[in-house]
């Protein structure tokens, strides 16, 4: 059993090198084009259901940010990370934000003025800040997370003047089923919100991260101005989600 376990994983960090070299020549590849340096966009790995022990190859191979979606499945591998900067990137309740203070670095789900008042009271509790991104619906969609874009604006008005909370810029999902020439729309209008709100020069709001792009999309996120993409499935491979 331990040996085919050792096997599996054999496997599991062979791939990951060769998908991580392919991920990174991509991203340099769509950083040029868009007329930015390789070191201007940042690579995030999306760790959701990845064992703890290919998170760490990663981690040798160079990965510098990780981010996990569920807030128990981060508790469970928090303290067998090697060092390495960890953000929450998931739909996130209010009453799990205690979960996250004091181990996450970034959490870039933030949507509604209720859950930015609680990681400040929790932030300021414990005599620290916690860096946000707000993230937008760009897509309206029903189902999905996120602030509508036209009431973007007015809600980072109200959590910027929040203590223990630091807004760092915007994150967004766009939705899966429609066409590459509508998800470059979809990342063109948020580069545009990433801009405006940027130029208005809002205290406690300095619009540093653009988050957008994933396994499917990332080099069009890139193209279109995001600095920070979450990639998984192209890094790690298919994920088991029933588990």
Request: aromatic residues 6%; contains cysteine.
């Amino acid at each position: 059993m331990t040996e085919k376990l050792s096997n599996e994983y054999e496997k599991r960090f062979q791939d990951l090198e060769e998908n991580l070299k392919e991920i990174r020549f991509r991203m340099e590849e769509a950083v040029l084009r868009s007329g930015r340096r390789p070191e201007e966009v940042e690579l995030l790995a999306a760790t959701k259901t990845v064992p703890v022990e290919v998170i760490n190859h990663g981690i040798e191979l160079g990965l510098k940010h990780i981010g996990e979606n569920k807030v128990q499945e981060l508790m469970d591998k928090f303290d067998s990370y090697k060092k390495t900067d960890v953000q929450f990137i998931g739909h996130l309740q209010t009453n799990k934000v205690k979960y996250l203070i004091g181990r996450v670095s970034m959490i870039q789900s933030v949507d509604n003025e209720k859950l930015a008042a609680e990681i400040s009271r929790l932030s300021q509790k414990a005599g620290s800040s916690m860096d946000i991104l707000i993230e937008v619906n760009i897509g309206r969609e029903k189902n999905k997370s996120g602030v509508l874009p036209e009431a973007l604006l007015e809600l980072v008005e109200k959590i910027a003047i929040l203590p223990g909370i630091h807004i760092r810029g915007l994150m967004a999902i766009p939705p899966f089923d429609v066409s590459k020439e509508e998800t470059r729309s979809f990342f063109s209008k948020m580069a545009q919100y990433f801009v405006d709100i940027k130029s208005k020069r809002i205290d406690n709001v300095t619009m540093d991260y653009l988050s957008m792009g994933m396994s499917g999309d990332y080099e069009d996120a890139i193209l279109c101005g995001a600095n920070l993409v979450r990639v998984g499935t192209a890094l790690f491979g298919p994920r088991n989600y029933t588990k």
